[in-house]
């Protein structure tokens, strides 16, 4: 009696085992939850935002901060024409700002004194009266309606070829004004607050009367700020030497400025205490 070996799947004969049967999926009820993405999580979790009182007052903060920052730059901005001006530009403009500070801080010193002196005086009425003349008096040296003298220089410009224009004597009366002149006569006419230059190199007219070179300055004031001033690298005396004109300076005690205006009624302004 022979046996039969098995072959391989372990059934007689060599026959296969039967498959397995597959599940058959049907459609998911409808009240199964459905698979959410990746991505769909993420947008739920960014919107609607939630924002916390802490987060608000940070983003007030930044609002504010981000503010003054493009102030500051916008500030800066404005400020560019000056750092592109020029190394002498700066200096002129650094000593007119000086100057003018030492005469704001020397006015409010003679007023805190006259405060002073109203104060501590018997006779108010009299030193009141006093006062009144003395301002009067220093209106009317502004005014070119009285005489002055006192510490200075004489400015005397030659111009030889004619160069000269009349804007070039304007600019000279605004540097002498900005270092502190306090009287001024050109040519024998008494510069005021509304003196003008006209006409041409040569042939120049102040308030409507012609003038020759030399043009002569008789200024009043302190001579230790007038001659800097017109000597500062690109300041007057540069400028006309750049005309072939010459400028020369000398300082004196003693200047007079006594050639005056005649006092003139305004036409429409009147006294409020009237």
Known sequence: MTNEQNPPGGRPGGALPPEAPQPVRGPAPADAPKEISGRQRLLAGLWPPRVSRAQ??????????????????????????????????????????????????????????????????????????KQTLEKERQLGILAGTVAAHGPGITLTIDDPTGAVEADMLLDTVQELRAAGAEAIEVNGVRVVANTYFSGDGGDIGVDGRRIKAPYEFEVIGKPQDLEPALNIPGGVVQTLEKEQATAGVTRSEDIVVDALRPAKEPDYARSSTQ
């Open 56 to 129: 608000l007052i940070v983003a007030l903060l930044l609002f504010v901060l981000g503010l003054g920052l493009a102030i500051q730059v916008r500030s800066n901005s404005d400020n560019s024409a000056l750092r592109g001006a020029r190394q002498e530009d700066l200096v002129r403009i650094l000593d007119e700002l000086d100057n003018r500070t030492q005469r704001l801080e020397d006015e409010k010193q003679r007023l805190d004194d006259q405060r002073t002196e109203l104060e501590n005086s018997s006779d108010q009425a009299e030193e009141a009266r």
